[in-house]
Nanobody, 125 residues
Framework: QVQLVESGGGLVQAGGSLRLSCAASGRTFSSYNMGWFRQAPGKEREFVAAIRWTGVTTYYADSVKGRFTISGDFAKNTVYLQMNSLRPEDTAVYYC??????????????????WGQGTQVTVSS
């Protein structure tokens, strides 16, 4: 059983920073893709960033490129999302997800097998 637990969300002013963490357990993640998604009230869940667990390959949504950085500490089975220059439109519940089957990264939420419970990020103007 794979478990993903997010932490690090909170309330921050526009222009501020937060770092989200996703602790993974229950299986070896060496061949997984790990992703971050977010969902704002009344909107569909959207892709934010992804990282290939075996290497340093990363991919970002255009809306966060240059402001957010995804990284992984493979020894700790933990994935991070460093969020800088936050904007009110970044307000959402952020979810960590794991894709155990694909060799290439995907931005489609339906391709991810496992999900965390989510952590709220609120950016005030």
């Amino acid at each position: 059983q794979v478990q993903l637990v997010e932490s690090g969300g909170g309330l921050v002013q526009a222009g501020g920073s937060l770092r989200l963490s996703c602790a993974a357990s229950g299986r070896t993640f060496s061949s997984y893709n790990m992703g971050w998604f977010r969902q704002a009230p009344g909107k569909e869940r959207e892709f934010v960033a992804a990282i290939r667990w075996t290497g340093v390959t990363t991919y970002y949504a255009d809306s966060v490129k240059g402001r957010f950085t995804i990284s992984g500490d493979f020894a700790k089975n933990t994935v991070y999302l460093q969020m800088n220059s936050l904007r009110p439109e970044d307000t959402a519940v952020y979810y960590c997800a794991a894709d155990s089957t694909r060799r290439t990264m995907t931005t489609n939420s339906n391709d991810y097998d496992y999900w965390g419970q989510g952590t709220q990020v609120t950016v005030s103007s």
